[in-house]
């Protein structure tokens, strides 16, 4: 018989947040595998927008200031990692550090802007109140009936597709391997302890540390309590190149966030509807028409691609990240609405789970009672 094929560290899941992980663990000197069921990159990671914006996606209560302190965190951490990426492709770095700003088109969506605004004044965050004439003057194809902004300077956003392409380059250059087409059937244990995953193939593999990294599929490995929350996005190219606008725009149930290339994506539907991935008319239309109330010259872009992708959510919208005491399987899932912000901060985390460290509180996958291997 063959002897099983081990490794230091087995990935499950190539999306954003197991590819920074096995390129982490590859530079620790570790041996890594990456395990995926499809492409690599083809879940929500495919589909995300790639805002970097802690403070624009801010919720109210405790859960959403813990979840502001991680993103503020991984905030900072990206434009060194976005540059250590694009040195390990010789590219320029496509981080774009030309903040966000949230606009209001009515009386209401102002009322509203204004809670926004005395909300994360009270947190200390930078933000500022734009008239509706300063907001054009900085992005001159922003309707005349604009009644309000915000202005976030801090805020960033990265194409999610370009950090894959580059963490893949990046990964191998450090040693770690990647498997596409390989679906995990279960996690394996001996004595209890998670040891290797089986794939739906029948063949077994051996792994000091089992990270799950399976984005909204998380539930199908480990008693997590993970569920999809289907996004449907479009991108949208202006052939005239770049320049349209050049900040992340946030308006109600919406945003238009710009690329390189003339490219901007539009989104996001949220719909809890299960495992769908189905295109459908209405969300679609909704954001267009929203949009163009905003900036009207988006309805003279091309659409180059419409895609729908599976947010991973979990019951508080933040992460669950570490070691699962029972067993010693390493969770690195639920990152809902910020996966490509978090992808910095969660392998970090994860190196620190696998060296033994205790991993703050808020992530922890305790929190969430029933965190247990199944299978
Ligand atoms: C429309 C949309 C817009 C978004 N916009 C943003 C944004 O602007 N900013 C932000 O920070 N986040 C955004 N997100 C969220 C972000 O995309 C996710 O949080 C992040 O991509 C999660 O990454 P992941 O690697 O955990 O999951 P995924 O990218 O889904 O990767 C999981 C991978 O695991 C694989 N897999 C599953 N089961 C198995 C198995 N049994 N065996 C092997 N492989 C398996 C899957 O095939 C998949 O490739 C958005 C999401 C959507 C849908």
């Not at 094929?5 to 190539?14: L, P, S």
């Not at 003339?262 to 679609?284: C, K, M, N, V």
């Not at 991993?359 to 299978?375: E, K, S, W």
Request: with cysteine; glycine share 10%; proline share 5%.
């Amino acid at each position: 018989m063959d002897a099983m094929e081990r490794h230091d560290v087995i990935v499950v899941g190539g999306g954003l947040i197991g590819l920074t992980i096995a390129w982490r663990a590859a530079q620790r000197g570790l041996d890594v595998l990456v395990l995926e069921r499809d492409g690599c990159a083809h879940g929500a990671t495919r589909a995300a927008a790639g805002m970097l914006a802690p403070i624009a996606e801010i919720d109210f209560g405790t859960a959403g200031e813990s979840l502001l302190a991680l993103g503020l965190e991984s905030a900072t951490a990206w434009p060194a990692f976005a540059d250590e990426l694009a040195a390990a492709i010789g590219e320029p770095s496509r981080l774009r550090t030309d903040g966000t700003l949230i606009l209001a088109r009515d009386r209401d969506e102002a009322e509203a802007l204004e809670r926004q605004l005395a909300h994360r004044e009270r947190l200390g965050l930078p933000v500022e109140r734009l008239l509706a004439s300063e907001a054009r003057r900085i992005e001159p194809a922003l309707v005349p009936s604009l009644r309000m902004a915000l202005s976030l300077p801090t805020e960033a956003s990265v194409d999610p597709r370009w950090v894959c392409d580059a963490l893949l380059v990046a990964m191998r250059a450090a040693g770690a391997e990647l498997r596409e087409g390989a679906a995990v059937a279960s996690v394996t244990r001996e004595s209890g302890v998670a040891r290797g995953v089986e794939l739906e193939s029948g063949e077994r593999l051996a792994g000091e540390h089992v990270v799950l990294a399976t984005g909204a599929w998380a539930g199908a490995l480990a008693n997590v309590p993970v569920r999809p929350v289907k996004g449907q996005i479009m991108l949208l190219r202006d052939p005239e190149g770049e320049g349209l606008v050049t900040h992340t725009l946030r308006f109600e149930h919406g945003y238009l966030v710009p690329r390189a290339d003339g490219i901007y994506a539009l989104g996001a539907s949220a719909e809890e509807r299960g495992f769908d991935l189905t295109i459908t008319a209405r969300p679609l239309y909704e954001l267009l028409r929203d949009a163009s109330e905003l900036v009207p010259g988006i309805l003279d872009l091309e659409v180059a691609e419409i895609s729908a992708g599976l947010r991973p959510g979990s019951p508080d919208n933040l992460p669950m990240i570490g070691t699962v005491k029972e067993d010693g399987l390493i969770l690195a899932c639920g990152h809902y609405r910020n996966g490509i912000l978090l992808a910095p901060l969660t392998a970090t985390m994860v190196l620190d789970a696998i060296a033994g460290a205790e991993l703050p509180d808020v992530v922890a996958p305790a929190r969430h009672t029933h965190a247990t291997v199944v299978g």
